[in-house]
């Protein structure tokens, strides 16, 4: 028996398809995301300085920050005039000693208390302090007689130094009564030099 074919399905709606539009655009996403990553990164990196920078102490006691990225410490760049400034209360620095004429004055001055030559010896005495010598004898009324000195290296930026001086006593029959031993301080004034004077 013949069956007649079922009927055609027609008006009714086709089942949907599934769509891909969501998972495209979470891959614009994902990529968005990591390209702006990489650009922060790109920046960060680039802008991070190449080395620690230094501070050094200027002339006029201020500071000076520069990196070394080849320009000399971060100095100014070639053929820019630059001006420093001076400090008007800095103290001028002492030229050095003139170690001969240290020993010239100290000798001449131990010699003028050795020959009781009262003249001589204050002509070699600071002038602040000239007046307080009024003899050549030392303060236990002994004459002196014979020395020996010991010179200590100039100190750069001082105008003065220190000789270590033994000088020996004797009493007016000529009798040896020990010694005695100071620190002479020979100082340099303009363009004279001076016994100023030792330590106690």
Known sequence: MWTPPPPAMTGQPAAPRPSNAGGV?????VMALLL?????????VHNEPTSSSSTVQSVGGGQQVG?????????PPPGQATSSARDPYATP????LD??????????FLNGLQNHDLEAVRSLVCPK???????TYSKA???YSGWE???????????YTYVVVTQGLADAAGAKKGSETHSWQVEHDGDDYFVCGYLT
């Open 25 to 29: 655009t979470s891959i614009f996403v």
């Open 36 to 44: 702006a990553a990489t650009v922060g990164s790109y920046i960060y």
């Open 67 to 75: 990196g070394s990225n080849g320009t000399g410490g971060g100095g």
């Open 93 to 96: 620095t002492p030229p050095p």
């Open 99 to 108: 170690m001969g004429a240290v020993r010239r004055t100290m000798a001449a």
């Open 129 to 135: 302090f000239r007046s307080l010598y009024v003899g």
């Open 141 to 143: 009324g002994y004459s």
């Open 149 to 159: 000195a010991h010179y200590s290296s100039p100190v750069s930026g001082l105008n």
